[in-house]
């Protein structure tokens, strides 16, 4: 087996695309037109997201992350040489700053966002 994608199931997924697009310059690879379900271009393994109704209509009980609740105990992972620069971006679009970048004690640099729908989405360098 292998990880093909990773599926955030939010409320509104045209917004969630647009929120990534913006916050951390991620290219939008599809958005079904039924408006339920998209992906975005991260390499081998995609970012998706679908509608919650989509999980609900598969008899699969679920919590809904919600920004004013602490998030899922789970976490997106983006890499990049800017962590700083990638922060500050995100928290111009809208993302909520919960940890600044600094560095861990194994090397990398490391900061943390919420995203809009409350997920945590962490930002951190290339492992050395």
């Known amino acids: ?52 109704e989509l999980v609900r209509g598969n008899g699969v009980a679920f919590r809904p992350t919600r920004p004013g609740e602490p998030p899922a105990a789970a976490e997106v992972g ?21 940890q600044a970048p600094g560095e861990k004690p194994w090397g990398q640099t490391v900061a943390y966002v919420r995203d809009l729908n409350g997920f945590l989405v962490e930002i951190c360098s290339p492992l050395r």
């Not at 599926?7 to 916050?23: G, H, Q, S, T």
């Not at 310059?25 to 998706?48: C, N, P, W």
Request: proline content about 1%; hydrophobic content about 55%; glycine content about 12%.
């Open 1 to 52: 087996m292998r990880l093909g994608y990773v599926i955030l199931y939010v409320p509104d997924v045209a917004a969630a695309l647009a929120f990534y697009e913006a916050a951390f310059g991620l290219q939008r690879r599809f958005l079904h037109e039924s408006g339920t379900y998209g992906e975005m271009e991260t390499g081998g393994t995609a970012l998706a997201f679908a509608a919650e």
């Open 78 to 98: 983006l890499v990049t040489a800017d962590v700083a620069g990638g922060f500050a971006r995100a928290v111009a679009a809208g993302a909520s700053a919960c």
